[in-house]
């Protein structure tokens, strides 16, 4: 549990939603309660911001490192950044929200 004590509150947050809604998407595919369809996607919106909110920090690092010659381990992302992670993982939060919602409704 090392990995999740070093995600910002914000991430934390994000990462549980995400989880209980991938969790809940995938048993209700298998229920027959609405479209399969848009469980399916929503499943996988959010496993996909899953994986971003945990690989984020990480993947900015490689970039840096890839980007930068002798770039330390002390290189963290910036506010703006952080900033704009956020706004894309609540959007795709909404939209697995909404493909469960259309599930039900279509």
Do not use: H
């Not at 090392?2 to 910002?8: C, I, M, N, S, V």
């Not at 399969?36 to 971003?52: E, L, Q, R, Y």
């Amino acid at each position: 549990m090392e990995w999740f004590k070093e995600l910002r509150t914000g991430q934390k947050v994000l990462f549980i939603i995400n989880a209980v809604l991938a969790v809940a998407s995938f048993a209700l595919i298998f229920t027959g309660a609405g479209s399969v369809d848009f469980f399916i996607i929503g499943t996988a919106v959010a496993s996909m911001n899953i994986f971003s909110i945990l690989f984020a920090r990480a993947g900015f690092k490689f970039g840096v490192a890839i980007n930068t010659e002798n770039a330390g381990d002390d290189v963290e992302p910036s506010e703006l950044k952080y900033m704009s992670w956020y706004m894309n993982w609540v959007f795709f939060t909404l939209v697995a929200v909404a493909c469960i919602i259309c599930a039900f409704v279509f």
